[in-house]
C-alpha cells in the first residue's frame, strides 16, 4: 500500500500583468492578512516601487516598517528579523530583485511569519520558489525556505529593469534544460527521489524560452510576461519537489565554482546558461540540445562565451574539473572530468576558443 504522503506549498495568489504594483494592499485583504507589515527592499527598488506601494498602504491606514539593504548576507537576515521583532510587524513584503526577495524569504522562514512577493526584475525563479540563496564568503548557500503567500508581478516595471537582469532570468530558465537531464540521471543510477510531474514542467519553461527567444526584446512588456511566466513555473516545480532538483544540475554546480573562483565577474543567470551549453554536450555529444540551447541565449543576447562572460578560459576549465566536488549531488560530471576532457568539451561548444 502507498503511504507516503507529500506537502505541496505553493503561491495562494500570483498576479501578473500591466500596472498591478498598485494592487499589492488588494492582495494583502485578499489573503485576509492583519497587521502591521516589513517591507524588505533595495536602494533602486524602494525609489521605483517600494516608496509609492507604502503610501498605498498609508492611504489604507497602515504603516509600513522598511529595511533597505544593501547585499544578500546572514547578517542582512539578521538585520530583517530583529526588525521584525522590534517593530511587533506580522508578514513580510520582499520587494527588489533577487537580493531582496531571497531576504524576505528567509527571514519570514525564521520568524514563523507569511510574505509576499514582488519582483522588479525577472533575473531569476526565486521570486515564486521556496529556496533561497546567499553568499557566504567564497561560496553560496541555497537555503529551503516557505514560498511566498503571493506574487505580484508588474510587467511594465519588470520590461523596465536592466536588460541584462532580464537575459540572466532567461538564461537561468534555459538551463533546466540540463538540470532536468542530470536529475533523470541521477534517477536511474543513484535511485534518487523524483518527479516526473515536476521535471515534465520544469523542461516545459526551458522550452518556452527556447521557443520563443526570438520574442525577448528589450523593453518590451510581451517579453516580460513571457519570462515572468517561465521562472513562475520553474519556481513552482521546484515547490513540487520540494527540492532545487529542478532547476539545477551540474550547470548551477559550474557556476557556484565560479563564484569561487571569479566572483562577480557575471550574474548567475548568465554562468548558468554557459554551463548548460556545455552540460547538454556532456549529455549528447554531438546531437543539437546543446546548439538550441547556445543558439537561443545568443538571440536574447545572453553570453554563451567565457569571453562575454568576462572570465578567462583557465577560469572556465578549473570550475569544470572541481565543481564536481562542491555538493553530493549526482549529475553528469559524475566523479569529475579531467582538464583534458574540459578543455575538449568547452573548445567544441565554442565557450573558450
Known sequence: MFE??????LPRNVVVGHGVRSAVVDVVDDLHLQGRPLFVTSPTPRDVVADPVVEDFRDAGIE?????IEAATFEAV??????ADAEAVDYLVGIGGGKAIDIAKMASDRLG???LSVPTAASHDGIVSNRGSVPDGDTRHSVAAEPPLAVVADTEILADAP????TAGCADIISNYTAVMDWRLAKRLKDVEYSEYAAALAEMTAE?????ADMVRPGLEESAWVVT?????????????????PASGAEHLFS???????????LHGHQVGVGSIMTAYLHGGERGVWRDIRDALSSIDAPTTADELGIDDETVIESLTTCHAIRDRYTILGDGMNERAAREVARKTGVIS
Open 208 to 212: 518556452i524560452l527556447v521557443d520563443n
Open 113 to 115: 511569519m507569511g510574505f
Open 229 to 245: 511566466k517561465a521562472l513562475m513555473s520553474s519556481g513552482v516545480a521546484m515547490s513540487i519537489a520540494d527540492s532545487s532538483r
Open 4 to 9: 507516503k504522503s507529500t506537502w505541496i506549498r
Open 64 to 68: 509600513p516598517v522598511v529595511v533597505t
Open 163 to 166: 536588460w541584462e537582469l532580464t
Open 256 to 266: 557556484h565554482q565560479l563564484d569561487r573562483l571569479a566572483p562577480g565577474a557575471a
Open 78 to 83: 539578521e538585520t530583517v528579523v530583529e526588525s
